[in-house]
Nanobody
Framework: QVQLVESGGGLVQRGGSLRLSCAASGRSFTDNAMGWFRQAPGKEREFVAAISWGGSGTYYSDSVKGRFTISRNNTQNTLYLQMNGLKPEDTATYYC??????????????????WGQGTQVTVSS
């Protein structure tokens, strides 16, 4: 069974930092782009950041650009999201995901066929 398991969420104050991790198992995602999405209560899931299969290409939502950094360690089959300067509006459940087709870089959630269970991030004022 292919699994993506997020960790690192928690409660922080405005301006604080968190580092999310996503451990993949069951298959290698070395040739697959990966990304982070988030969903707040009552809102639709939204794109946060994506990284290419080799890690050289990244893309961010305007709302997090300059504050969040996505990275990956293909040897460990792990995805990361470093979040700095957190704001209350960043509060959401964060999900890691992997694109189903190899060598495809996209921000469309429909292209991501593998999803984690999510980790909660809460930012207080």
């Amino acid at each position: 069974q292919v699994q993506l398991v997020e960790s690192g969420g928690g409660l922080v104050q405005r301006g604080g930092s968190l580092r999310l991790s996503c451990a993949a198992s069951g298959r290698s995602f070395t040739d697959n782009a990966m990304g982070w999405f988030r969903q707040a209560p009552g809102k639709e899931r939204e794109f946060v950041a994506a990284i290419s299969w080799g890690g050289s290409g990244t893309y961010y939502s305007d709302s997090v650009k300059g504050r969040f950094t996505i990275s990956r360690n293909n040897t460990q089959n792990t995805l990361y999201l470093q979040m700095n300067g957190l704001k209350p509006e960043d509060t959401a459940t964060y999900y890691c995901a992997a694109v189903g087709s190899p060598n495809t870089f996209t921000v469309a959630s429909s292209a991501y066929n593998y999803w984690g269970q999510g980790t909660q991030v809460t930012v207080s004022s």
